[in-house]
């Protein structure tokens, strides 16, 4: 991933006590209720904090640059979430994405309690950049940039899944049974990918894990790598 969250996040020891936990959720819940501006990141809080040059660092490994990216669409909740079109300074190449899609901070003190208190950002941006290399590309989407620091501040910057013709729904959408077996298919294979695996019986870097080559389902709190030995 062109914009790792390593220097930001740190996984969970195994052996963390109750106690170290509990502490941990209330310093997240205490910087989550400040201003946004009070809990310095280096990197941007907000979409609208997010301009040109960051965009093209996130997408560095397309063959051309962004001239212009502007918002068509977002939605507010436990995240704050923008589409963004894009604007390239070539236009013969087929495969630059025309849109992204941006996952933030979440702008309401309330939101930003939740998803700080219970790991929710930090947990995305881990997984994005640990995880989701394990999975197909109809699994979830490719991800550009991750970044997650305190108090809830994230940002991920997100291919947009409607380009190659996903169609996304809201909770109080209504589907055909269709859709429901489709959805219930690739959740089952997301957890396919990871039935079983050594990363969550602790013996990541062990032959269980690496006996027979690495194994793409490992992940080690050691050093933050997938499908290597520790």
């Not at 209330?26 to 907000?46: D, K, S």
């Not at 997984?127 to 394990?134: L, P, T």
């Not at 990363?199 to 006996?211: H, I, L, M, P, V």
């Amino acid at each position: 991933m062109s914009t790792p969250t390593d220097h930001l996040v740190r996984p969970i020891v195994a052996g963390l006590s109750g106690t170290a936990r509990t502490g941990r959720a209330l310093v997240e819940a205490a910087a989550a209720v400040l201003p946004l501006a009070w809990v310095p990141t280096p990197f941007p809080r907000t979409a609208a904090d997010v301009d040109l040059d960051f965009l093209n660092r996130a997408l560095s490994r397309f063959p051309a640059r962004l001239v212009d990216a502007r918002p068509v669409g977002g939605t507010n909740g436990t995240t704050d979430r923008v589409r963004l079109e894009l604007a390239w300074n070539r236009d013969d190449l087929d495969d630059l994405p025309r849109h992204v899609f941006i996952k933030s901070t979440p702008s309401s003190a309330k939101n930003r309690t939740m998803v700080a208190a219970l790991a929710l950002a930090r947990n995305e941006a881990l997984f994005y950049e640990r995880a989701r290399s394990a999975l197909g590309p109809r699994i979830a989407p490719e991800c550009f940039a991750a970044h997650a620091g305190l108090g809830a501040r994230h940002l991920l910057v997100l291919e947009d899944i409607a380009d190659r013709g996903g169609d996304p729904m809201a909770l109080c959408d209504d589907i055909d049974a269709a859709y429901a077996r489709a959805m219930m298919a690739t959740l089952g294979e997301l957890h396919a990918a990871f039935w079983e695996s050594p990363r969550f019986r602790g013996t990541c870097g062990s032959s269980a894990a690496n006996g027979n080559g690495p194994d793409s389902r490992c992940c080690c709190a050691s050093s933050g790598r997938c499908g290597r030995s520790c």
